[in-house]
């Protein structure tokens, strides 16, 4: 679908700005049998909507903002994506388009800065144990996540902002898999000056995925030179470890090599990225918690009491 370019006659023309209709996502090129990947997909999200989360101390105050912002990353992203290719619906209105980039990375960045807060906790719970209830408050939780949903709602905003400066007069054909960011100002790159977007593309990355990887990395630096012998330190940081592994690695490493991976490889690598987390973020830190174990605990002696009890009953 190289071939779809803008139509003078169809565009939007405002003080010189020209905005197409539609534009086409071409998703993955030249792959056979590309559904059944589409609905291992849909299976991945199903999961990630069903999976649980605990909710109680003010450590999961930023657990339920996790939850929150995994949930609703999936659903702006995964339903259409399926909409988009299952049922070959590949045009997207420029609004629509706009729309779909916020969300979606809004959602991303939350994600990020979730993880970071979570660190952050573990950080102040194991080098600060004493003062860690004066810190890691409910109050202190809501300020830090409040903080964080507005200067990522700010990021994201401008860089839809600065999109809707730009002409596209030339090809209409994302090379994604949704409205990503980068495939979509480039293509405004004949008509329009695209450095601002371009700062932004390189300053987000840095903002929302290299920083705070950094930042996690040096708390568990601190972590594991404050306590390296005593396992219950190790026990309680391996699932958040496990979950910083799964979103910045797969992105990060993309990000990097960007230049050099091939669209179809790029697609794939982002598209599980953003649905992998979302499914093994509830399982793999829930069920690592004291309060889900006891729960379980609880729930199982329960129904096997009730079953021993059911036979005395019934004679």
Same mark, same amino acid.
């Given at each position: ?93 420029? /609004? ?155 992105? /990060? ?15 794939? /690598? ?46």
């Amino acid at each position: 679908m190289s071939y779809l370019t803008s139509d003078p006659n169809q565009t939007e023309n405002t003080d010189t700005i020209i905005r197409p209709p539609y534009f086409f996502i071409s998703g993955f090129i030249d792959i056979p049998h590309m559904k059944y990947y589409y609905v291992f997909l849909c299976f991945v999200y199903i999961i990630s909507l069903v999976s649980p989360y605990s909710l109680h101390s003010p450590k999961y105050i930023a657990v339920f903002n996790l939850a929150f912002t995994d949930m609703c990353g999936s659903t702006a992203l995964v339903p259409k994506l399926l909409d988009t290719f299952l049922f070959s619906r590949q045009l997207i209105s420029y /609004n629509q388009c706009l729309a779909s980039l916020f969300f979606i990375f809004l959602f991303l960045t939350m994600q990020s800065f979730n993880l970071t807060i979570l660190s952050s906790d573990r950080l102040v719970a194991i080098c600060c144990p004493l003062r860690y209830h004066m810190v890691v408050t409910h109050r202190s939780m809501f300020q830090l996540t409040g903080a964080a949903w507005m200067f990522a709602g700010f990021m994201v905003l401008l860089g839809v902002c600065l999109i809707t400066r730009l002409s596209f007069c030339r090809s209409l054909v994302i090379n994604s898999y949704f409205c990503d960011h980068g495939p979509l100002f480039r293509l405004a790159s004949p008509c329009s000056d695209v450095v601002p977007n371009t700062v932004i593309s390189y300053l987000g990355p840095c903002i929302v995925l290299y920083f705070p990887m950094v930042f996690i990395i040096s708390s568990y630096i601190c972590i594991t030179h404050a306590l390296f012998t005593i396992t219950l330190a190790v026990k309680t940081c391996t699932s958040h470890l496990i979950l910083v592994a799964i979103f910045y690695l797969p992105i /990060n490493f993309t990000n990097f090599l960007h230049s050099i991976i091939p669209t179809n490889a790029r697609i794939i /690598n982002l598209s599980l990225t953003s649905v992998l987390p979302p499914m093994l973020n509830p399982i793999i830190y829930v069920l690592k918690t004291e309060e889900f174990k006891e729960s379980a605990k609880k729930l199982l002696s329960k129904r096997v009491a009730q079953r021993a009890v059911a036979p005395v009953q019934s004679t």
